[in-house]
């Protein structure tokens, strides 16, 4: 298994780094007839916009997940967002007479960082330390950075009536697994994510074969989605307890189709469990 040290580095520096991005920023267009709406992965702390031709409205009063954004006439603008654990999504945002979109799933990827902690003379030492200790907090940030990367660990993939389910790759990391795994719809059917499993399976040799099967139970998903659109691909991370297999064992990812009969299922040789980035 190949050190991920420098990776845990990489992660937890940028946790204190400031929230910037110097790649273009995509533009959300509205206008003043309909309602535009964004769902983050996170309930909504505040949304600002930076002229006042645009307005974001969001509950302020009981958390959600979704705002409302309408503009009139005018100079393109941008729109701040920050969600309840501090990620930070920043977007341009412009009037459009005809809109073509309506609505914005915001994936946790798009997040341009987190905000920077500020700590006072005399904090307790101790709040330094629950930062680095949320798993949930963590698991975000190497999820995401995970989505960015372009390794792959091989080509493991498997289709079923244009429906294509592959497994990208495998990450080793504090005593975890990191599964990053891509749904890719080619068909002209929208596909409802039922639900994806992950199992390890053994065959009995014997004259009566059986197969044992055994669910492993994720400690934390990333972007798994509900939908995949036509034409559309997603991609997610499930984070699984680190475990390893004999040559009589393999892992098998499960794809199922909620009111439907698109379902794969892959089959992953056990080198790649054992042998991880």
């Known amino acids: 298994m190949k050190n991920s040290i420098l990776l845990g580095s990489l992660i937890f520096a940028s946790f204190f780094m400031e929230a910037q ?19 983050f992965p996170n309930p909504i702390r ?12 969001y509950n302020r009063e009981k958390e959600q997940y979704f705002g409302l954004l309408q ?5 393109a603008s941008n729109l701040l967002v920050i969600n309840k654990n501090g990620s930070i999504f920043s977007y341009i945002v412009s009037y459009r007479e005809q809109l073509k979109k309506l609505n914005y799933f915001v994936p946790q990827s798009e997040s341009i ?27 975000e940030r190497f999820c995401s950075y995970l989505l960015t990367r372009k390794q792959k660990i091989g080509s493991i993939q498997k289709r079923k009536n244009g429906i294509v389910l592959s497994l990208e790759n495998i990450v080793f990391d504090k ?13 002209s059917l929208d596909y409802d994510l039922n639900f994806l499993d ?13 197969i044992q099967r055994i669910s492993q139970l994720p400690n934390f998903k990333y972007d798994v989605p509900t939908k995949v659109a036509e034409k559309q691909i997603k991609r997610m991370v499930y984070v699984l307890p680190k475990f390893s297999m004999s040559n009589d064992k393999m892992v098998v990812l499960e794809l199922n189709e909620k009111n439907g009969e698109r379902n794969i299922k892959l089959k992953v040789s056990n080198k790649y469990i054992n042998n991880p980035n």
């Open 71 to 75: 503009a009139k006439p005018g100079k």
């Open 113 to 139: 960082g987190f905000e920077q902690p500020k700590f006072t003379e005399g904090s307790d030492s101790t709040n330094v330390a629950n930062l680095f200790t949320d798993k949930t907090f963590y698991y």
């Open 198 to 210: 992950i199992s390890t399976q053994t065959r009995k040799q014997g004259k009566k074969k059986s």
């Open 175 to 187: 005593e975890e697994l990191y599964f990053v795994i891509k749904i890719e719809n080619k068909s």
């Open 21 to 39: 991005n110097t790649a273009p920023l995509d533009t959300i267009f509205a206008n003043d007839k309909k309602n535009v709406a964004l769902f």
């Open 46 to 57: 505040q949304g600002i916009t930076g002229a006042d031709n645009f307005v974001f409205t």
